[in-house]
């Protein structure tokens, strides 16, 4: 089992930014992948950004630009930072993390962080 809990979210204004955290209770070398996704009210979740063991990083085209994702092995951590805030950004983010074990791949996820982006 792995427990994730995101924190960073609040209440900012349009062209604030914001730095989620996302603590992992295992070391984050033993996690394959970890993604930050988001979901906005009435819409579908979707990707913000992966970031793999190795340390490939990728984002959807919509994400470039204003997303960066980055890990502290230290701290078995994941972090989102969010420039240039947007109202649309307006989500509860959550935090993803894929272990593979005997070539089974689990998914856990966070229970999710609020970010509210005011005009």
């Known amino acids: 089992q792995v427990q994730l809990v995101e924190s960073g979210g609040g209440l900012v204004q349009a062209g604030g930014s914001l730095r989620l955290s996302c603590a992992a209770s295992?070391?984050?070398?033993?996690?394959?992948?970890m993604v930050w996704h988001r979901q906005a009210p009435g819409k579908q979740r979707e990707l913000v950004a992966t970031?793999?063991?190795?340390?490939?990083?990728n984002y959807p085209d919509s994400m470039k630009g204003r997303f960066t994702i980055s890990r502290s092995d230290a701290k078995n951590t994941l972090y989102l930072q969010i420039n240039s805030l947007k109202p649309d950004d307006t989500a509860v983010y959550y935090c993803?993390?894929?272990?593979?074990?005997?070539?089974?791949?689990?998914?856990?996820w966070g229970h999710g962080t609020q970010v509210t982006v005011s005009s």
């Open positions: 970031i793999t063991s190795s340390g490939n990083i």
């Open positions: 993803g993390a894929k272990t593979i074990m005997r070539a089974v791949s689990q998914w856990y």
């Open positions: 295992i070391s984050i070398f033993s996690i394959d992948t």
